[in-house]
């Protein structure tokens, strides 16, 4: 806990002092508890200067962070936010990727804030040109067979029986989502640029629990929660395809090679009174969540601040992009993920903006 290390010499002290990145401890009425060296220099403000007062002293009514630590009390869990602009008359301003956690049962919260590493704009320039050159190489590479395995799955459903007609349009169909990330890839899109549409949040997940029965997730028991009642919002349906496979992929995963069977629950709901903040003030308000909960032995809680960080993983084999890609692509719909951590399984979340009335679902 971070309010337990205010003696100067405990081991906890030394070791945040020592960050290079800024630590902020809040108590539960958003009073700073604590600030290691790097986020005296971010605040412009010595610690003894900055214990006890509220960060509202400290920051305009309107700041973006002060946007986020409210989402982070209102939902708990661990939190993850990118590119989120900190300052004031006082503070130079500076983009910078923000996390919060819980700090004990007593209503603290720890602020963790990692620079965004820019390389000088010659040094972007040569390695945005390298990337575009491998992708293009690369999708030409994967279309190839990408059309051979799509063209064979046509041709076997002339012939095939009933039962497997299910499985040959699965396949058609990831071939074909395949091919349009593909293009977007060449194209060198980014999950920051989603093509939103009307969409109906239950067709996709849909899709995507039987993209995991025919896989990885074969030996799973999957529980699905929908509220029938729930609109269609304005997203991009294979980010939204991406972002609910790579939940539901992590949490059959974490149950692992646990003595007992995988069980996933996929549920929505309407969130009321959820609002959103835009560059012109609040763009919505309630929200559309999407949860993933699984039953395995939850997260470490060393590694919970960790989990949205791109290359992060605790598995082994496992690459680490996953969560970080839902993470970007919850930002790049103007919404965000949520953990929620227990002994007795993991719960994701996505909270996504709702831009429409909500009605019966269509």
Not at 31 to 36: G, K, L, Y
Not at 38 to 64: C, F, H, I
Not at 206 to 228: E, H, M, Q, T
């Amino acid at each position: 806990m971070i309010t337990s290390v205010q003696d100067p010499t405990s081991i906890a002290a030394r070791v945040l002092d020592a960050m290079p990145f800024a630590v902020i401890g809040l108590s539960r009425r958003d009073t700073v508890s604590f600030v290691n060296p790097a986020a005296e220099t971010l605040l412009q403000r010595s610690a003894p200067l900055l214990r006890g007062r509220p960060l509202t002293d400290l920051l305009p009514t309107d700041a973006p962070l002060l946007d986020f630590i409210g989402r982070a009390r209102r939902e708990g869990g661990v939190m993850s936010a990118r590119s989120i602009r900190v300052g004031s008359p006082h503070i130079a301003p500076i983009d910078l990727d923000v996390s919060a956690s819980p700090d004990g049962d007593d209503g603290g919260l720890v602020l963790t804030f990692l620079p965004i590493t820019r390389n000088t704009q010659d040094e972007t320039n040569a390695e945005v040109n390298a990337f575009a050159q491998i992708a293009r190489m690369l999708g030409h590479e994967v279309k190839n067979p990408l059309a051979g395995i799509v063209g064979a799955a046509q041709l076997l459903a002339r012939q095939a029986s009933d039962e497997q007609q299910p499985l040959l349009s699965l396949i058609r169909e990831e071939g074909a989502r395949i091919h349009r990330i593909v293009d977007r890839f060449t194209a060198f899109e980014t999950f920051f640029s989603p093509r939103t549409r009307i969409t109906n949040v239950h067709i996709v997940l849909d899709s995507v629990i039987d993209l995991a029965k025919a896989s990885f997730g074969a030996n799973a028991r999957f529980d699905l929660l929908y509220d029938p009642s729930l609109p269609e919002i304005e997203v991009d349906p294979d980010h939204l395809h991406e972002a609910a496979l790579n939940l539901v992929k992590n949490a059959v995963e974490a149950v692992g090679n646990a003595n007992k069977q995988a069980r996933i629950s996929v549920a929505t709901r309407y969130r009321a009174g959820f609002r959103f903040a835009g560059r012109d003030g609040p763009r919505a308000r309630g929200a559309l969540e999407i949860s993933v909960t699984d039953n395995g032995p939850g997260v470490p809680e060393t590694t919970v601040a960790r989990v949205f960080e791109p290359f992060f993983t605790t598995k082994s084999g496992g690459a680490g992009i996953g969560l970080a890609v839902v993470a970007e692509i919850m930002q790049a719909h103007g919404g965000f993920v949520v953990l929620d951590n227990s002994a007795s399984g993991a719960s994701l979340r996505l909270l996504f903006p709702m831009t429409r009335q909500k009605g019966a679902a269509k």
